[in-house]
Nanobody, 117 residues
Framework: QVQLAESGGGLVQAGGSLRLSCAASGSIFRLSDMGWYRQAPGKQRELVATISRRYNTNYSDSVKGRFTISRDNAKNTVYLQMTSLKPEDTAVYYC???????????WGQGTQVTVSS
């Protein structure tokens, strides 16, 4: 069973930066596509950024140019570097793993990011 543990959330002022990390257990990380999603109160969970096992990246329009997703296969970890944060970035951020050949998505428990104005 894959386990994901997010960290790095917190309270930051608008314009500030945070780096989120998501560490995965097991040996399938390097064969997996990874993603960061977020859910604000009263809203649906939405895609923030993804990185494939071949390092192809994709971003939502709302974060493009401000956030950077990366991965370190040696550490089984995916990162989300967030800069120029805005109050509307406030949400719980979740990490998702999708392994090749696996029909299921695996989710972490989430980490809270709060951006004050």
């Amino acid at each position: 069973q894959v386990q994901l543990a997010e960290s790095g959330g917190g309270l930051v002022q608008a314009g500030g930066s945070l780096r989120l990390s998501c560490a995965a257990s097991g040996s399938i990380f390097r064969l997996s596509d990874m993603g960061w999603y977020r859910q604000a109160p009263g809203k649906q969970r939405e895609l923030v950024a993804t990185i494939s096992r071949r390092y192809n990246t994709n971003y939502s329009d709302s974060v493009k140019g401000r956030f950077t997703i990366s991965r370190d296969n040696a550490k089984n970890t995916v990162y989300l570097q967030m800069t120029s944060l805005k109050p509307e970035d406030t949400a719980v951020y979740y990490c998702k793993l999708k392994a090749v050949g696996d029909l299921s998505d695996h989710w972490g428990q989430g980490t809270q990011v709060t951006v004050s104005s």
